[in-house]
């Protein structure tokens, strides 16, 4: 029996194919710890550079300037904390943005916990931070932005040109977690002023519990970090132990395909689809789409929307033999608080509890949209039809 209709990327994506068959050899054959120095070992050290190589280019960048971890949250921890223990208690003082990934503002917090000051930016009502916010957030202690490239719930695109050249200006580093963005939209950090950027390979195709940390290694302001986690020296001394060679194989063959599938006009593909269901649902009594209304400051595959008088919660139900779809951010499933990212820009709780969150991928069809937008259409029938009448408030 199929399963329910995917829309649900965002949270994660299914592993490709041909890089399930990529990693295949380096689970028994090539097998090597690529820190040995017999020809088992080479071998994987080979495959590791060339991985370090792939995925370094999906957003242009150096490659001896890639980490690899276990995935975007802790290269998010590596960043954060990573840059703040190194000036051994001097003081700090950092930027970020009300809607980021717990990723972010989880170590944030601790780092305020420690005696870092921190400034959280709000957004606009679509999501996105303006360089003059950033520009007036900025003290004589700040050392570190960090604002997340695309949002994972509402699609906004953040203006890290802009956003950069504020940090440049003022002599402080810019970190962006790019789970989201990295093979749905361009990356290039060699034309861009990011200093540390975050990547998951599970996000784009790739298997899940790896992902890297570019850091830039020339420039002004210079990047020192210390190390979040020690023992053998691996990684630049910046993330020890033995590294997961099937794993940097996969993420470096998941890179590759990326790269291809913007090449040739995917997310364009993904947009005209989203577009599509867009058209179906905002028809729809009382549905409203959340994000930016200019399409080149969305994620292509996004489609956010909240539905009057329901609780998302209830929807999902109703939808789960026919579309695996989610109300925000994976991490936060089962949570009874509003989603903060829709609380940040101005949603009132009793809408933000009826999110819905829907992500296309490669293999989606119009078919398909026409199919999830029908079972949604008649979820949201249905669910009405069982508790009429708008929800008094944002309360469990």
Known sequence: MPGPIHLDHHATTPCDPRVVAAMAPYWTEHFGNPSSAHPYGTRAAAAVALAREQVAGLIGGDPRGIVFTSGATEADNLAILGVLDALQGAPAHVITVQTEHRAVLDPVAVAEARGTAVTRIRPDGEGRVSPDQVRDALRPDTVLVSIMAANNEIGTLQDLAALGAVCREAGVLLHTDAAQAAGRVPLDVSALPVDLVSLSAHKLYGPKGVGALWIRRRGRPRVRLDARQVGGGQEHGLRSGTLPVPLLVGFGHAAVLAQEDLAHGGPAHRARLRDRLADRLLALDDVTRHGPADPAWRLPDNLHVTIGGI?????????????????????????????????????????????????????TTEAEIDQAAAAIERAIHTVRAQAPGPLPDGSG
């Open 311 to 363: 609780r998302a919660s209830n929807l999902l139900v109703a939808l789960r033999r026919a579309v695996a779809a989610s109300q925000g951010s994976a991490c936060s499933t089962g949570s009874r608080e509003p989603s903060h990212v829709l609380t940040a820009i101005g949603v009132p709780a009793e809408r933000a509890h009826g999110a819905l969150r829907l992500g296309l991928g490669r293999s």
